[in-house]
C-alpha cells in the first residue's frame, strides 16, 4: 500500500495497538504527532498521517491529503525518498533528526525522553507493507 494514504494510516494503526513493544515504551507518554512528508515543490500538498497516541495505545491515525494545516504537538518531517528509507530501516529515525535527514518540532525535551518509543513506531510502521 502507498505512504502516507488512508489506508497504510489504518493498518499502521491496527499494527502499532498490537505491538506490546511500544505499548511498554510508550506507557507513560501522551501526545499527537503527525507524520508529515515534505512536498518536493513548495507550492504542492504535503500529506501525512496525524496519530493521537495515550498510554502506548492509538487511539485515531489519520490520512491528511495535505497535512500543513494540521495542529500536532509534533511534527516529524522529511523529504518522500527518506520516508522509504526510514520505512525500510536505511536510517535510524533519533539519528536523521540529529544529521537534519529529518526535521522534528515540538517539545524537543519531551521527544528525547521516549526515544524507545519513538524506535518502536518507526520499527511498527516498517513492518505495515509499503509500495515504493
Known sequence: ???P???WASAYRSALNANPAYREAAAAWEGDILLLVKPADPNGPAPGVHLA??????????????????????????TPENWQRLLRHEVDPVKAILDGTFR???NLVKAMRFTRAAKELVETAAQVPTEP
Not at 492509538?58 to 518531517?77: I, L, N
Open 5 to 7: 494514504s488512508a489506508e
Open 53 to 78: 497516541l495515550a498510554h502506548g495505545e492509538c487511539s485515531d491515525a489519520t490520512f491528511h491529503p495535505d497535512a500543513r494545516g494540521v495542529v500536532s504537538e509534533f511534527v516529524y518531517e522529511g
Open 104 to 106: 522534528i518540532r515540538g
Open 1 to 3: 500500500m502507498k505512504f
